[in-house]
């Protein structure tokens, strides 16, 4: 499924494929940091195009990972994998997602206790999110 979405502003647009048809959310530490709550993002691989590269900025977040930004409006663009650059996008930017199924929670033991999602979903623990994705 093809996706466009832009930043609060517009001055940076993205146009991705959500893979998989799902997406996840994201309760580590640095993702409730970073947006005050859980990233809901979908998967969306190193085929996205971005316009608009002036007004991107990008911060260093992990040895493994960065965030993009829009530094005109502070819209948080994205998630990326330096060694791959593979993207996660946040689902909010993007129009159409309707269809898009919650397929899964990683660091759930690192959720706020103040919330809860009723769809079940696949949930990984920190410990067996880095088992599974360390390389």
Not at 61 to 74: D, H, L, V
Not at 86 to 106: A, I, N, R, V
């Amino acid at each position: 499924m093809q996706l466009s979405g832009q930043c609060l502003c517009g001055k940076v647009t993205l146009s991705a494929e959500a893979q998989g048809g799902v997406f996840h959310a994201c309760h580590c530490d640095i993702c409730r940091t970073w947006g005050g709550g859980p990233m809901m993002a979908f998967e969306a691989g190193a085929n996205v195009t971005l316009q608009g590269d002036d007004n991107i900025g990008v911060y260093n977040s992990s040895e493994w990972a960065e965030r993009g930004f829009c530094k005109t409006c502070g819209t948080h663009l994205f998630y990326r994998l330096k060694e791959n650059r593979h993207y996660y996008l946040p689902l909010g930017l993007f129009k159409g997602t309707e269809s898009l199924t919650f397929h899964g929670q990683s660091f759930i033991d690192k959720k706020h206790p103040g919330y809860s999602f009723a769809e079940e979903t696949d949930d990984l623990t920190s410990e067996e999110f880095y088992a599974k994705f360390a390389s």
